[in-house]
């Protein structure tokens, strides 16, 4: 087992971040470990010539990126043992995430909301700060609510179906996920058998904006790149019923204004009214909330 660990500039932070959100299966990892920290870039191969080989490959398609790493031999683990170290319990409020291998030495906290992940490497690891952005908003949309039983989910763009499990664990009965990865799809259904203690959701492979046309969503979770974002903003507006709202991630916090502009002229155009709009940044991300 072979990692690359590469530590890396802001300059270089800043084009892998996004570079990596915009790519549906990955071996690379950015971590930092505290606020202060330097960020490190890591990577795990079977064989030191795959890792070679997937560096340069980095190199051409990141363009600013820089050589120099280190590789480094690990025994007796597999590549999906060593992302683990880079996947923790995660909480907010009364919504916690639970690393499936910490299930039996973790107790599922009494009377609070909580899911078990296990996306791989293929999908990130879940707490990814986009992510994190987009579940802040589903508590607090929780919070606002005394009754979940006729407010419908939507979770647009769904990868691996955390968002929509974390839905679905706070007590919301209508929830839905697609994406357009049939491989996103399968492992979404896979946390489905992770937590037995929920009734399924039920994940699709649809995309934005067609499988947007008829979902009326009290909730719409959409946390995708901006690229998509922008040219979809009538789809995800439209998709929106009235007095619900939108949560939109995957944007780069330099991006927001570009975001909100975009949602704000369909709105004007379809003369919805906005009575709210927020951002919080985690990060080098940002998100947008629309309240209509």
Not at 4 to 17: A, D, I, P, S
Not at 18 to 45: A, H, N, T, V
Not at 227 to 246: D, H, K, Q
Not at 259 to 286: L, M, N, T
């Amino acid at each position: 087992m072979i990692t690359l660990k590469k530590e890396l500039t802001e300059e270089e932070v800043e084009l892998l971040t996004w570079f990596l959100e915009s790519q549906e299966e990955s071996y690379w990892i950015l971590e930092q470990k505290e606020p202060r920290d330097p960020f490190y870039l890591f990577g795990y191969f079977d064989k030191k010539n795959e890792a070679t080989d997937a560096f340069r490959v980095l190199l051409t398609d990141v363009q600013g990126l820089t050589e120099g790493f280190e590789l480094e031999t690990l025994e007796d683990q597999d590549w999906k043992e060593a992302y683990k170290l880079h996947l923790k319990y995660w909480s907010d409020r009364h919504l916690h995430w639970i690393p499936l291998w910490e299930k039996e030495d973790r107790a599922a906290p009494e009377g609070q909301a909580f899911i078990y992940l296990d996306s791989g490497m293929a999908f990130g690891t879940g707490a990814h700060e986009t992510t994190r952005l987009c579940a802040r908003r589903l508590v607090d949309f929780a919070e606002r609510h005394a009754s979940f039983d006729s407010l419908n989910i939507v979770d647009a763009g769904c990868g691996s179906g955390i968002l929509a499990l974390s839905a679905r664990a706070l007590g919301f009965q209508q929830v839905s996920g697609f994406d357009f990865d049939p491989e996103a799809v399968r492992i979404a259904d896979e946390h489905n058998d992770f937590n037995a203690h929920l009734s399924p959701i039920p994940f699709s492979v649809g995309s934005v904006p067609d499988d947007l046309e008829a979902a009326s969503a009290d909730l719409l979770l959409a946390n995708i790149q901006t690229n998509i974002l922008v040219p979809c903003a009538t789809a995800l507006v439209s998709a929106v019923a009235p007095g619900g709202t939108l949560a939109l991630s995957g944007i780069l916090k330099e991006e927001i204004d570009q975001v909100s502009d975009a949602i704000r002229a369909v709105a004007k155009k379809s003369e919805r009214e906005i009575k709210e709009e927020d951002s919080r940044i985690d990060g080098q991300w940002a998100d947008l909330l629309v309240l209509f």
